[in-house]
């Protein structure tokens, strides 16, 4: 192993540019600090696929979770999904190979796809923040959302992701190696003046604006329940509000969890703007951006273990399955021979599966 050489490869010196550097020609497996990335990715992305799956079949198959929130919701784990299965592959295998190898092409196509997905995914977050706001403040307009002001704001959000992501194909921005030159995105370190406006600007308008629609929106929602308790000292709270009060600290802890994983990314991303990159501790170089690709995997798990009709949904849906499809065992085998035995006469029925 050639520590010293891993690390200048890793945020070193600059590197040659173009294919000679994406497509590893110094190839290599990864340290360990990669290969426990790597590990750490294959356990996500079995637990994102299951958790977003699980999560999307539920609200599909129980109509009664179709809210126009929960639409929303949605539309955040599908982008969740689509990001564990687009994006974690070209994770874990350049952790394992120590560099990504994939190429000049693949490299601009990841940090695009993944762009689009990114913002979308944090713009969604700022309307359930905005959706709740509106509902608990009572706005009439609340009542006039419906299924098709929720897709079409949707297919809004993810049509502002393209917005932002196409650019840096065209000439404003650039997509390259990220400081651990082991995936790609956003080129954060090219001091272009083309390119730094095109970063103030990403950063400005995603990061921090949507960061300011959360924050308010939110801010809102606790001063009208602190209110609302306030004024109703002796009288208890209706199962409306105290569901939409429910579902807004969902939404808030899905929207922490996200800040709380981007937030590194960011203010690495900054830093690297403005300073020399092999300054940079390849630890943060490594974690700060595969800690935020981990966002994905959080809102599921915050979501599922939050919402009491989603949990109970999923976990009727799940004791029924197996209900209907026991495990093979001595106990179901011998039921099994037992009910076959005393119903040898009438035909058999076939298994019905209600999802």
């Given at each position: 192993?050639?520590?010293?050489?891993?690390?200048?490869?890793?945020?070193?010196?600059?590197?040659?540019?173009?294919?000679?550097r994406?497509?590893?020609?110094?190839?290599?497996?990864?340290?360990?600090?990669?290969?426990?990335?790597?590990?750490?990715?294959?356990v996500?992305?079995?637990?994102?696929?299951?958790?977003?799956?699980?999560?999307?079949?539920?609200?599909?198959?129980?109509?009664?979770?179709?809210?126009?929130?929960?639409?929303?919701?949605?539309?955040?784990v599908?982008?969740?999904?689509?990001?564990?299965?687009?994006?974690f592959?070209?994770?874990?295998?350049?952790?394992?190979?120590?560099?990504?190898?994939?190429?000049e092409?693949?490299?601009?196509s990841?940090?695009?796809?993944?762009?689009?997905?990114?913002?979308?995914?944090?713009?969604?977050?700022?309307?359930?923040?905005?959706?709740?706001?509106?509902?608990?403040?009572?706005?009439?307009?609340?009542?006039?959302?419906?299924?098709?002001?929720?897709?079409?704001?949707?297919?809004?959000?993810?049509?502002?992701?393209?917005?932002?992501?196409?650019?840096?194909?065209?000439?404003?921005?650039?997509?390259?190696?990220?400081?651990?030159?082991?995936?790609?995105?956003?080129?954060?370190?090219?001091?272009d003046?083309?390119?730094?406006?095109?970063?103030?600007?990403?950063?400005?308008?995603?990061?921090?604006?949507?960061?300011?629609?959360?924050?308010?929106?939110?801010?809102?929602?606790?001063?009208?329940?602190?209110?609302?308790?306030?004024?109703?000292?002796?009288?208890p709270?209706?199962?409306?509000r105290?569901?939409?009060?429910?579902?807004?600290?969902?939404?808030?802890?899905?929207?922490m969890?996200?800040?709380?994983?981007?937030?590194?990314?960011?203010?690495?991303?900054?830093?690297?703007?403005?300073?020399?990159?092999?300054?940079?501790?390849?630890?943060?170089?490594?974690?700060?951006?595969?800690?935020?690709?981990?966002?994905?995997?959080?809102?599921?798990?915050?979501?599922?273990?939050?919402?009491?009709?989603?949990?109970?949904?999923?976990?009727?849906?799940?004791?029924?399955?197996?209900?209907?499809?026991?495990?093979?065992?001595?106990?179901?085998?011998?039921?099994?021979?037992?009910?076959?035995?005393?119903?040898?006469?009438?035909?058999?029925?076939?298994?019905?599966?209600?999802?």
């Open positions: 192993m050639h520590h010293e050489n891993e690390t200048d490869g890793l945020i070193g010196e600059e590197s040659p540019s173009g294919d000679d994406l497509l590893g020609n110094q190839s290599h497996y990864g340290d360990d600090r990669q290969i426990v990335i790597g590990v750490v990715f294959v996500l992305m079995i637990l994102g696929l299951l958790l977003n799956s699980a999560v999307l079949f539920t609200f599909k198959s129980t109509p009664r979770l179709r809210t126009h929130t929960n639409m929303f919701i949605m539309g955040c599908g982008g969740d999904l689509s990001m564990v299965i687009i994006g592959p070209f994770i874990i295998i350049p952790c394992f190979r120590g560099l990504w190898d994939f190429g092409v693949m490299c601009a990841y940090g695009f796809m993944m762009s689009v997905l990114a913002v979308a995914n944090m713009t969604i977050l700022a309307v359930i923040a905005v959706d709740r706001f509106i509902v608990i403040m009572n706005f009439r307009i609340a009542k006039k959302i419906t299924r098709f002001h929720c897709v079409l704001i949707l297919v809004l959000c993810y049509v502002y992701g393209l917005c932002w992501a196409t650019p840096p194909l065209l000439g404003w921005g650039n997509f390259d190696l990220e400081p651990n030159r082991l995936t790609c995105g956003p080129d954060w370190r090219n001091g003046s083309s390119v730094r406006s095109y970063n103030y600007a990403l950063f400005t308008m995603i990061f921090c604006v949507s960061g300011t629609v959360i924050f308010v929106s939110y801010a809102g929602i606790f001063l009208q329940v602190r209110k609302h308790r306030i004024n109703s000292v002796s009288v709270l209706t199962a409306t105290l569901l939409e009060i429910h579902v807004a600290s969902s939404a808030f802890l899905m929207i969890g996200f800040f709380a994983a981007w937030s590194p990314y960011a203010v690495l991303s900054l830093w690297t703007m403005f300073n020399d990159v092999s300054k940079l501790s390849p630890t943060v170089a490594i974690f700060a951006p595969m800690f935020a690709k981990s966002a994905c995997v959080w809102n599921p798990l915050i979501y599922a273990f939050k919402n009491n009709e989603l949990r109970n949904a999923l976990f009727n849906k799940v004791s029924r399955s197996f209900r209907q499809n026991p495990l093979p065992g001595p106990e179901n085998g011998s039921r099994e021979r037992k009910r076959n035995g005393n119903t040898q006469s009438r035909p058999a029925r076939p298994i019905e599966i209600n999802v």
